[in-house]
């Protein structure tokens, strides 16, 4: 099993071990030039999340039993910011260059018909790729965005988070086999062999991208929603509770009028309303001081008569 990386740990040591986490800290925005500082330290610098980049370095090492632990610390704003940064490097460099250094490594005059078609596969895939990050830029991200900023929002057909990425990695496959089985090579294919083993790197790249969506980002996005819904129970409780300076009932109120009538114990109404039993109880009370009402039987009397109920409706 692969070492987990602390924060006391010294960012030279850990890239140094793996080269691919200079692209992590590109994402984060942490730059060259960190001298002996330990992860922490550099963190605190670039004003990057330590908990979250430690756990973002350490499912790339293969650390991946170790996220479970570590959702809750994760911020998921930092974890947004890397995702962006992820994207761009995907769409603003990766896939240019490798396009350029494709058109340097194969015959794409008019007679060269595979190498025509190899580049308009390319150019596919790219696209595909691209409208799937356009995709998650405009509603995933927007919508997570929400979420950290305390935002309520409704989604239609259920939730966004949505994997992609079975079909970009076989794509990718598909145009690495067009190459080695089918593209007619030369005796010196050193620029296309460098291109292979580019996209054989991008492919791998994207892939961890992928995990880390499914695995890092989605757990952390469900927490932060479950975190809002808590948050919003517990305001409209206290909401709840503070609305009893006015002599008419409050909507609540009246919403536990109804249930009265209907026979609904105290326990009942809690889970049928979302409210705990003690702010229940405070209700009955607080109607029971506005109305002069304090029995059962006269509040289904009250309810009736205020047409909040029909009288076949009431638990007789």
Request: charged share 25%; with cysteine.
């Amino acid at each position: 099993m692969s070492s987990i990386y602390k924060g006391s740990d010294k960012l030279s040591y850990v890239i140094a071990n793996d080269y691919r986490l200079l692209q992590v800290m590109s994402r984060f925005g942490i730059s060259l030039g960190f001298g002996e500082k330990t992860i922490t330290e550099v963190c605190r610098q670039c004003n990057v999340d330590s908990d979250t980049f430690l756990a973002v370095i350490n499912y790339i090492n293969g650390s991946s039993s170790s996220i479970q632990t570590r959702i809750d610390t994760i911020s998921v704003s930092s974890l947004l910011s890397y995702l962006k940064g992820s994207h761009r490097y995907f769409l603003n460099y990766l896939f240019p260059n490798i396009r350029f250094h494709l058109l340097n490594a194969i015959d794409c005059s008019v007679k060269n018909e595979i190498a025509f078609l190899v580049l308009k596969f390319y150019d596919a895939f790219v696209e595909e790729v691209s409208k799937h990050m356009e995709f998650e830029e405009s509603k995933v991200y927007t919508y997570v965005q929400h979420l950290i900023d305390g935002e309520s929002i409704v989604i239609e057909g259920g939730h966004l988070l949505s994997r992609h990425n079975e079909a970009i990695n076989l794509k990718l496959k598909e145009l690495k086999n067009l190459f080695m089985q089918y593209y007619p090579q030369k005796e010196n294919n050193d620029r296309l062999n460098a291109v292979i083993i580019s996209i054989y790197q991008c492919e791998e790249d994207l892939d961890l991208h992928c995990q880390i969506e499914d695995n890092i980002f989605a757990p952390a996005v469900h927490r932060l929603e479950h975190q809002n819904r808590q948050r919003k129970v517990a305001q409209e409780e206290v909401d709840d509770e503070v609305s009893v300076s006015g002599e008419s009932l409050s909507e609540r109120e009246k919403e536990i009028v109804i249930c009265v009538a209907k026979g609904m114990a105290n326990k009942e109404i809690a889970d049928h309303l979302c409210l705990s039993v003690n702010t229940v109880t405070t209700h009955r009370r607080n109607i029971a001081r506005k109305l002069q009402i304090h029995s059962s039987a006269g509040i289904t009397i009250y309810a009736i008569v205020n047409k909040l109920v029909t009288l076949s409706e009431v638990n007789m």
